[in-house]
């Protein structure tokens, strides 16, 4: 008895409604990134292994999906890693591709790799899958898209006032309300290392910070301990933990913390030009609050840091994220190009909607009429119509086979196709067709031309 087939833990199939949904968001996302003025690419699913090792820091590392080298890789296995069990080194042997981790760091490497041929600031969207080997749970998965824009070639400050209202217009166009759009700067981040006195220990200090939603103070002091971060320093950091209030309460706090780090006053400022700006043009839907233990644990981000939350009475992490990256493109040679990005959690935000009820129902619309077959006459007069119907946009077809009327009606009804055409030897000899509506039962005889119609309205 064969086996019955299955998918890698962390992937999906799709259905066809799933995927009217998915489009739903891509197409909402898409018509917002073009009315920014960002222009679309597209890279390879998989990339050098050199490009993506040691651009997400240890932990993202771990989480890259290895490709193996064709044929016979155990040819050219480094022998010595090999018998001493050090997969590592003997990753490095007998792997040099790896599928992408993000479109972040692909981008970048576009970028360099084609800087002749751009006129910058650049401004681009990537909406692509990308993979990591991840432990699967809600709203996390092994392959899943990611839908990104960026811009390279500038550091004015007005990028992080747009990318704000582009995350504001995205949301407001899909109907999701109560999204609080958290905002730090990586520079706030390296300014409280200086004032405890652990500038050495600054990855270890942001990424335990960043997992405060997810194991609390306590675990967030007990992870810094571990990395070797002293008692006093985490003693002079504990004000970060008692900071409330609204976003201009927050800035005050910041102003007696970081009293003492110029680079930590600097983020202060960012932060202070970023809320004015959009005090001037306030968000429709979204709310902008100040996280001073964001962190994402990305190596990569200069400037400020960007991470969406969903409602609050949605149980799901982040729905998007990003920040500013100024000396990204330097690891591949091309310095002093300043960029920014941000990126939208399809994935999460399609189970947000789907909680929330918020999926229009024109969506999942498909087929719009259903032609019944009666046999091979009939079925090329049908078929006629169908043709002439589909030059008019209206999305018909006809029943392949000339099975039972039941059998076909029942098909009709279970894709949820609205209207079903009878077209038998009555209707060719007066050239008219039956128009039957599923739900209603309702029925009428028509030209060809009233037909359109009806089914255009």
């Known amino acids: 008895m064969a086996q019955k087939p299955s998918i890698p833990k962390g992937t999906r199939d799709f259905s066809p409604e799933e995927v009217a949904k998915r489009n739903y968001i891509f197409q909402t996302i898409q018509s917002e990134f073009k009315s920014f003025g960002f222009q679309p690419i597209e890279t390879p699913s998989f990339e050098n292994s050199s490009t993506l090792m040691g651009k997400y820091g240890e932990e993202g590392d771990r989480l890259i999906f290895k490709i193996l080298n064709s044929g016979d890789f155990l040819k050219k296995a480094d022998k010595k890693a090999l018998s001493n069990n050090d ?114 220990k600054l990855i270890d200090f942001t990424v335990a910070l960043d997992k405060l939603d997810k194991i609390g103070e306590e675990g967030v002091k007990k992870e810094m301990r571990e990395k070797g971060i002293s008692e006093e320093a985490i003693t002079k950091i504990q004000p970060i933990f008692n900071l409330n209030g609204n976003f201009s309460e927050k800035i005050t706090g910041l102003q007696d913390i970081l009293a003492d780090s110029e680079t930590g006053q600097k983020g202060i400022s960012e932060l202070q030009f970023i809320q004015d700006a959009i005090k001037e043009m306030p968000l429709k839907i979204a709310q902008l609050d100040l996280d001073v233990t964001l962190a994402r644990g990305l190596n990569y981000y200069t400037g400020a840091i960007f991470e969406v939350a969903a409602p609050e009475d949605v149980k799901m992490g982040s729905i998007g994220g990003g920040g500013r990256y100024d000396d990204l493109t330097g690891i591949f040679g091309l310095k002093d190009m300043s960029g920014i990005g941000i990126s939208f959690g399809l994935d999460r935000i399609y189970l947000v909607l789907e909680e929330l009820g918020l999926f229009p129902d ?68 007066s050239q008219k067709f039956t128009l039957k509506h599923m739900k209603s039962g309702e029925q009428s005889s028509l030209d060809f031309d009233t037909l359109k119609n009806k089914l255009s309205s």
């Open 87 to 200: 997969s590592l080194g003997l990753t490095s042997s007998i792997s040099e591709k790896a599928l992408r981790y993000d479109l972040t760091v692909p981008f970048a490497r576009y970028v360099v790799q084609h800087q002749n041929e751009i006129e910058f600031p650049f401004k681009r969207y990537q909406i692509q899958p990308v993979w990591r080997a991840d432990r699967p749970q809600k709203g996390r998965f092994r392959e899943f898209f990611q839908c990104d824009a960026d811009v390279v070639g500038s550091n004015s400050l007005w990028q992080e006032v747009e990318f704000i209202q582009l995350y504001d217009a995205v949301f407001s166009k899909l109907g999701l309300t109560g999204v609080t759009i958290k905002i730090n700067n990586r520079k706030i981040l390296s300014g409280f290392s200086e004032v405890i006195g652990e500038q050495d």
């Open 362 to 429: 024109t969506v999942t619309q498909n087929t719009k009429v259903l032609f019944i077959n009666f046999g091979e006459k009939e079925a090329l007069y049908a078929m006629q119509a169908v043709r002439k119907l589909r030059e008019e946009n209206i999305t018909a077809e006809l029943y392949p086979d000339a099975a039972k009327m039941g059998k076909q009606m029942k098909y009709a009804d279970k894709r949820d196709i609205p209207y079903t055409v009878l077209a038998g030897e009555e209707e060719m000899n």
